[in-house]
């Protein structure tokens, strides 16, 4: 089968993994370690991005330059420690993501997260088989939503023209990220974010989660 898509690249926290409630209560309990109070659905909708576009969001410029590096250092420990086991991947993720392969399409992950948190993650959805490119946020010099993650996973992908490649995300920083770059987004609902949000930041088509997706993958833009 040789399908116009050649490579679809798959954000993780939300999308892959249900992971994003976990991430905003260790972000709240690290905020509040420094003195820092935050309500856990403020911090939830700016999960998606990385910790470099999410701190400035709660902490003022003198402080960030001043902790900025130990806050972030202490809420990826705490996430691991106490967070990390708790997480989940959606339904049919390995099966998603064995069908790409079989419709000879490359499988690449885009994440936020840092290479460390990235392979763990693999680990928990037993995929790491099945994954041909990686990108984390050690390829990136920004984050979600600004395009560096993606330009980065375009590079992996040499001689692949843009609009063979396809992204699946779970936030509009995924989408806003990817058409930055000149690729676009197929959303889906797991990670938490309204229809609405992912449509108004471009999102080509919407499904629940992964099942949803692999149920509907011949009628796909995947397809």
């Known amino acids: 089968m040789s399908a116009r ?17 976990l991430h905003a209560r260790a972000w709240v309990e690290a905020f509040a370690h420094f003195g820092i109070r935050t309500e856990e ?13 999410l701190l400035p ?8 330059a001043r902790e900025g590096e130990a806050i972030e250092a202490y809420r990826s420990d705490l996430f691991k420690r106490t967070y990390l086991a708790q997480a989940k991947p959606f339904p049919a993720v390995r099966a998603l993501l064995s069908h790409v ?21 693999q680990k928990i959805l037993g995929i790491t088989d099945l ?8 390829d990136a010099d920004r984050s979600k939503p600004h395009p560096d993650i993606f330009e980065a996973v375009l590079s ?17 920083y995924d989408a806003q990220a ?14 938490g974010f309204p229809e609405a949000e992912l449509s108004a930041a471009g999102c080509v088509a919407i499904y629940r989660d992964p ?5 509907g993958y011949a009628r796909s833009p995947l397809a």
């Open 5 to 21: 898509i050649k490579a679809v690249v798959f954000d993780i926290d939300g999308t892959l993994l249900d992971s994003v409630d």
């Open 41 to 53: 659905a403020d911090v939830r909708r700016q999960i998606g991005k990385g910790g470099d576009q």
């Open 57 to 64: 969001v709660f902490v003022d410029e003198a402080r960030l």
């Open 101 to 121: 392969r079989d419709a000879g399409q490359t499988v690449a992950l885009a994440s936020s997260g840092k290479a460390d948190e990235v392979e763990n993650y």
């Open 131 to 138: 994954v041909d490119v990686v990108t984390t946020s050690d």
């Open 156 to 172: 992996k992908l040499p001689g692949l023209p843009k609009e063979r490649v396809m992204v699946v995300g779970d936030t509009p």
């Open 178 to 191: 990817a058409a930055r770059a000149g690729l676009s987004t197929i959303g889906v609902l797991c990670g």
């Open 211 to 215: 099942q949803d997706l692999l149920d």
